[in-house]
C-alpha cells in the first residue's frame, strides 16, 4: 500500500446511473460494486449511435479528464497523493463496469507542488487534452485564467469544467467553471476588502456542550502559505461569535517538529486554555498534544480537529497523546463502509492498491459527480452530445448532489456549503462515532451555518 504523510480518511462511492453506456470488454481489473448499466443496455445504446470525437478529450473511444494535486513537494511530501490514487482507482472501477458514453474514461496526473507556476501549467495542460478537471486539490493557485478563458474544440471560450475536490485559493474557489465538493465558503460578489464568507458551525455548538459552554484557548493556523492563512480567520471569527473565547491564534507549519511546539504550549499553560482547535495537517496535532502531555498540561477539555486528523498516521503517530481527540468530517466514515453502497465501493475498490484517505475520498466524490454529469448528457442528448458547455451547464443546475447519500441526505449546491457532518472521537485508539449516534446518519440542519462578515487579508494581521 502507498503511504501518505497527510491522510485523511473518508468516504467511498458510486452509484453509476442507468443513463451510462460504455465498454465492457476492456479487460480492467475493477471491482465492481454500486449500481450500473448491464452489457446488454451499454451493446443496445452504443450500437445506436457510433461514439465520435466531440470535444477536447473526447474522442470516439475515450474520455480524458485531468486531475491536479500537491504531491511532490518539499514542504509535505505525498499530501495530496489521496487524490491521485482515487482518480486511477475510479477510472478503473468505470471502465470494469460498462465504462462512460460508450467509452473508455482516462485519467491523467499532474502535480501542482504547492507552487503557483506548476499549478497554472497544470490548468494549461488540461485545458489541451482534457474534457474537465476532476478532482483537483491544488491549494495555491492564484491564476486560474488558463482554465476560465479556456478554448473548446470549436474555438469558442467556454471554459474548462473544473469539479474540484477542494480548493484553497479564492481565486479557484470563486472561478464560474469550478464547482467545489468541500465547499465554497466565499460568497464570490467580491475577492478584496471585507466580505461576508459562510462558516460551519455546528461542530463548534457540539464542542461548546462539552466545554460547559464556556470554551477559552488556541487555534492553530496552517502558517504555511498566505492562502492558508487567509482561510482559517473566518473560522476563528465564526467559532468566536458562537462563545469560544481565544487565548491566542497562533500560526504552525506542516514541517515543525515537535520542540518548535514547546513555546505553544506555554502559552497553553498561561492561560489554562480549555479548548484547542488543529486548522492544520494530522502531524501538527500529534506534535502539539505530545508537547502538552510531556509538559503536564492536564486543563484541556476538548482537543478538536478538522478531518485532516482523520488518518492511519494521526493514530499511529500519536499513540496514547491523541485519545480523547474529537475530528470532525462532512460524509460517512471509512468505519461504516457498510451503511452506504458508495462508501462501501470506494473503500473495496481503492484498497487493492491504497490507503483508504479522505482527499482521495472527496476525489472519489467528484468523479461521481462527473460520471453522474456525463449519464445526464447522453440520456438527453446521446453519446456524442458531450461538450464542455453542456458540462458546464449541467453542473450550474446541479443542487441536489449527495454522492448517494455517502454526504447525507441535504443536497449539495455546488456554489455552496452543505450543512452535514458528524464528529469521530479517538478511543482506545480508534476512531469512535459520538454524534450522532446513529450508524450511517449525518447530521444536517442549515443552523449549522452561519454567516461572518470581515477582511480576511486584514485578520491575518493580528495572526503571529
Avoid at 445504446?45 to 474520455?63: F, L, M, N
Avoid at 495555491?140 to 474540484?164: E, H, R, W, Y
Wanted: proline residues 3%.
Amino acid at each position: 500500500m502507498k503511504r501518505k504523510q497527510w491522510m485523511i480518511v473518508l468516504l467511498a462511492v458510486l452509484g453509476l446511473v442507468a443513463a451510462s453506456c460504455g465498454r465492457s470488454d476492456d479487460g480492467d481489473d475493477g471491482q465492481a460494486g454500486g449500481t450500473t448499466t448491464t452489457a446488454s443496455e451499454a451493446d443496445e445504446k452504443c450500437a445506436s449511435e457510433a461514439p465520435e470525437a466531440t470535444e477536447v478529450g473526447v474522442t470516439a473511444d475515450t474520455i480524458t479528464v485531468e486531475v491536479m494535486a500537491d504531491v511532490g513537494s518539499s514542504l509535505a511530501p505525498g499530501l495530496f497523493q489521496g487524490n491521485h490514487d482515487a482518480m486511477e482507482a475510479f477510472a478503473k472501477y468505470v471502465n470494469a463496469n460498462g465504462g462512460i458514453a460508450c467509452r473508455d474514461l482516462k485519467v491523467k496526473l499532474w502535480d501542482s507542488k504547492l507552487n503557483p507556476d506548476e499549478s497554472k501549467n497544470g490548468l494549461i495542460d488540461a485545458c489541451g487534452t482534457a474534457v474537465a478537471m476532476v478532482g483537483n486539490n491544488a491549494l495555491f493557485n492564484p491564476d486560474v485564467s488558463p482554465m476560465a478563458q479556456c478554448k473548446d474544440k470549436a474555438g469558442a471560450a467556454t471554459g474548462l469544467p473544473d469539479i474540484a475536490a477542494l480548493a484553497n485559493d479564492i481565486n479557484q474557489m470563486c472561478n464560474k467553471t469550478t464547482f467545489l465538493i468541500q465547499g465554497v465558503s466565499e460568497h464570490c460578489e467580491t475577492l478584496t476588502g471585507e466580505r461576508e464568507l459562510t462558516a460551519f458551525v455546528g461542530t463548534t455548538k457540539y464542542y461548546l456542550e462539552q466545554g460547559g459552554n464556556a470554551l477559552h484557548g488556541l487555534f492553530m493556523v496552517p502558517g504555511d502559505l498566505p492562502t492558508t492563512v487567509q482561510s482559517a480567520t473566518y473560522q476563528i471569527k465564526a467559532q468566536a461569535e458562537q462563545g469560544v473565547k481565544w487565548d491566542a491564534t497562533l500560526k504552525v507549519s506542516g514541517r515543525d517538529e515537535q520542540a518548535a511546539y514547546t513555546p505553544r504550549v506555554q502559552v497553553l499553560k498561561a492561560n489554562k486554555s480549555t479548548f484547542v482547535y488543529n486548522g492544520s495537517n494530522d502531524r501538527a496535532m500529534v506534535n502539539m498534544m505530545k508537547e502538552a502531555k510531556a509538559q503536564g498540561v492536564d486543563t484541556v477539555k476538548v482537543w478538536a480537529c478538522s478531518l485532516a486528523c482523520y488518518t492511519p498516521n494521526f493514530l499511529n503517530t500519536g499513540g496514547a497523546a491523541v485519545e480523547g481527540t474529537y475530528v470532525w468530517m462532512p460524509f460517512l466514515p471509512f468505519e461504516e463502509a457498510d451503511s452506504n453502497p458508495a462508501l462501501g465501493t470506494y473503500v473495496d475498490n481503492i484498497t487493492r492498491f491504497a490507503e483508504v484517505d479522505s482527499f482521495g475520498a472527496q476525489a472519489w466524490q467528484a468523479g461521481m459527480l462527473f460520471k453522474e454529469v456525463i449519464d445526464g448528457i447522453v440520456e438527453s442528448d446521446g453519446v456524442n452530445g458531450i461538450t464542455r458547455a453542456r458540462i458546464l451547464e449541467a453542473l450550474r443546475a446541479k443542487t441536489d448532489f449527495t454522492a448517494d447519500g455517502w454526504m447525507g441526505d441535504e443536497g449539495k449546491d455546488l456554489r455552496g456549503v452543505s450543512s452535514c457532518f458528524l464528529i469521530m472521537r479517538v478511543e482506545g485508539g480508534k476512531f469512535v462515532r459520538k454524534f450522532p449516534a446513529e450508524k450511517g446518519k449525518l447530521e444536517c440542519d442549515r443552523s449549522n451555518l452561519m454567516t461572518v462578515r470581515l477582511d480576511p487579508a486584514k485578520e491575518t494581521e493580528s495572526i503571529r
